[in-house]
């Protein structure tokens, strides 16, 4: 794509402010200007920003009850040598938002998606959380209820990696303290809230530290959460499992391929480490 307005038929996958209107980037702005049509999940909150850019091209609602309805009328727009683009209600699209069926579609069909890069919830809450960057894991938003609340967490509270979770006002405090009944109230966390807005706050601490905070002031319990958690770093438990003898006993109770895949879960190595030992027994191998 070129610095000239006039784009060619594509779609455009376009970041926009997640709150701080000057966030966002030149080149989203000229792809704004330029395109023939704009897709977004609410018309009327994103007219404000095209208002603000002079950016003018036809609105078209895209969301998660309509996307799939949607993409063959998209499909339609590109060949008929339309451009247009694709923006969420703040943020970069896709993101715990819609448009991955359109992108899959319009890709499937030929046409080019160009990416133009730019703010995002995730990348800026881990920037100033403090925790570990290098390995990390999106989680998106976590299940409405308790109990496949904490269900969700119990399959993470292993997990080495950094985890990130986006929440909401009406759910904060629940899920705070299932993340501290889960995964203990001394592993760390970062609350990044309303970011890039005017009330935004990052609070750091232990999971107990950071309820406690968010217990007392009702201010921190308003807006849009993003969570950093730290992974674990307990060493993984030693339940003394000798190889050659767990593979004598799941040998015989499964065909190979499985233990193999069920001593990797228990003990670790690689599969093709313990199917060798499982397929040796059957043939003597000392």
């Known amino acids: 794509m070129t610095d000239s307005v006039t784009l060619h038929p594509a779609l455009y996958v376009v970041a926009t402010p997640i709150g701080h209107l000057d966030d966002i980037s030149m080149r989203a702005t000229r792809v704004l200007q330029g395109v023939n049509v704009c897709c977004a999940e609410d018309t009327r909150h994103s007219k404000r920003l095209l208002d603000h850019l002079n950016a003018r091209p036809k609105l078209v609602s895209l969301h998660e009850h309509n996307e799939r309805d949607r993409t063959g009328f998209i499909l339609s727009l590109l060949r008929d040598d339309?451009?247009?683009?694709?923006?969420?209600?703040?943020?970069?699209?896709?993101?715990?938002?819609?448009?991955?069926?359109?992108?899959?579609?319009?890709?499937?069909?030929?046409?080019?998606?160009?990416?133009?890069?730019?703010?995002?919830?995730?990348?800026?809450?881990?920037?100033?959380?403090?925790?570990?960057?290098?390995?990390?894991?999106?989680e998106g938003?976590?299940?409405?209820?308790?109990?496949?609340?904490?269900?969700?967490?119990?399959?993470?509270?292993?997990?080495?990696?950094?985890?990130?979770?986006?929440?909401?006002?009406?759910?904060?405090?629940?899920?705070?303290?299932?993340?501290?009944?889960?995964?203990?109230?001394?592993?760390?966390?970062?609350?990044?809230?309303?970011?890039?807005?005017?009330?935004?706050?990052?609070?750091?601490?232990?999971?107990?530290?950071?309820?406690?905070?968010?217990?007392?002031?009702?201010?921190?319990?308003?807006?849009?959460?993003?969570?950093?958690?730290?992974?674990?770093?307990?060493e993984p438990e030693d339940f003394g499992l000798d190889p050659r003898k767990l593979a004598e006993t799941l040998g015989p109770l499964m065909p190979p391929k499985q233990a193999a895949a069920a001593m990797v879960e228990l003990i670790g190595g690689r599969k093709k480490q313990w199917y060798e030992l499982i397929t040796g027994l059957d043939k003597g191998t000392p």
């Open 141 to 234: 938003f976590l299940p409405a209820k308790t109990g496949a609340r904490q269900k969700r967490l119990q399959t993470l509270a292993r997990d080495t990696r950094t985890l990130v979770f986006y929440e909401s006002s009406h759910r904060i405090l629940d899920s705070l303290n299932d993340m501290k009944t889960v995964f203990g109230s001394e592993r760390p966390i970062t609350l990044a809230r309303e970011l890039t807005k005017t009330f935004e706050t990052v609070l750091r601490g232990t999971l107990e530290e950071v309820v406690a905070q968010v217990e007392s002031d009702s201010n921190q319990q308003k807006g849009e959460f993003v969570l950093v958690v730290g992974g674990t770093t307990d």
């Open 82 to 138: 339309q451009s247009v683009a694709l923006i969420s209600d703040a943020g970069t699209p896709l993101i715990s938002d819609p448009g991955y069926h359109l992108v899959k579609a319009v890709a499937e069909a030929g046409y080019t998606v160009h990416p133009i890069p730019g703010p995002s919830a995730v990348i800026t809450a881990l920037s100033v959380s403090g925790l570990p960057t290098d390995r990390w894991v999106f």
